[in-house]
């Protein structure tokens, strides 16, 4: 079974400049989370999607935005990009809602804003 | 979801058990304790987790104290592919909304 996939591995972009970046979950699971990680602040959770809806949402402003597909399939949206937003993003999915499931993660998207 | 300690930095030697503690003494009765690990350049990865009992899998032990204050996680036979940062974690509920802080950085020697 393929894992979590998440592209791009890299991107570079500029103040002010929009992005958007895509998560693949594992076959069969339809929760898909997003984090950020960065070095000061740790791993800080973003949002959730289990079947295209928003289940939860982490302390991050409105810039940060994000949504699932019909075949579970996410993408994170974050506009009018700040220094601060430079992190690795990773992006986690498991089958359901359970109680005990494990999180899956993917490589990440090293995301460098200047 | 409860704040926990960890040591910053731990060395192993190849072969040998790796102990990793975590201090979590403010959790509460319905969060469980998760651990995960974050190989450079990866993405974390789940390790083991557990409410009141001791549990163990295919990567490792957790040893949860009594009183929940505490618990140790143990990879019996740490090899060098087992360097990571481990982060011990006190999540309630689902487990899915994770934050997670500094971990301990093992470092495996051979």
């Known amino acids: 079974k393929a894992g979590v996939t998440q592209t791009p591995r890299y991107l570079i972009k500029t103040r002010g400049q929009q992005v958007t970046l895509s998560c693949s979950p594992i076959?069969?699971?339809?929760?898909v989370s997003w984090y950020q990680q960065t070095p000061g602040q740790g791993l800080q959770f973003l949002f959730e999607?289990?079947?295209?809806?928003?289940?939860n949402k982490g302390n991050f402003p409105g810039r940060f935005s994000g949504r699932q597909f019909s075949n579970s399939r996410s993408e994170m949206n974050v506009s009018t990009l700040e220094l601060g937003d430079s992190a690795l993003y990773l992006c986690?999915?498991?089958?359901?809602?359970?109680?005990?499931?494990?999180?899956?993660f993917g490589s990440g998207t090293q995301l460098s804003v200047l | 979801d409860a704040k926990t300690t960890q040591p910053t930095s731990m060395d192993c030697a190849e072969g040998r058990a790796a102990n990793l503690p975590c201090n979590h003494s403010?959790?509460?009765?319905?969060?469980?304790v998760y651990w995960y690990r974050q190989i450079h350049s990866q993405g974390p990865q789940y390790i083991i987790h557990?409410?009141?009992n001791n549990e163990t899998n295919e990567m490792a032990s957790l040893i949860i104290t009594e009183d929940r204050k505490s618990s140790t996680l143990i990879l019996p036979h740490a090899t060098l592919r087992d360097t990571a940062v481990y982060y011990c974690?006190?999540?309630?509920?689902?487990?899915?909304?994770?934050?997670f802080g500094g971990g301990t950085r093992l470092m495996v020697k051979p």
């Open positions: 076959s069969g699971h339809r929760s």
């Open positions: 974690i006190a999540v309630r509920g689902a487990g899915n909304m994770l934050t």
């Open positions: 986690a999915s498991r089958a359901g809602s359970a109680t005990n499931e494990k999180l899956f």
């Open positions: 403010t959790i509460s009765g319905n969060e469980y």
């Open positions: 999607y289990f079947s295209e809806t928003q289940r």
């Open positions: 557990g409410l009141k």
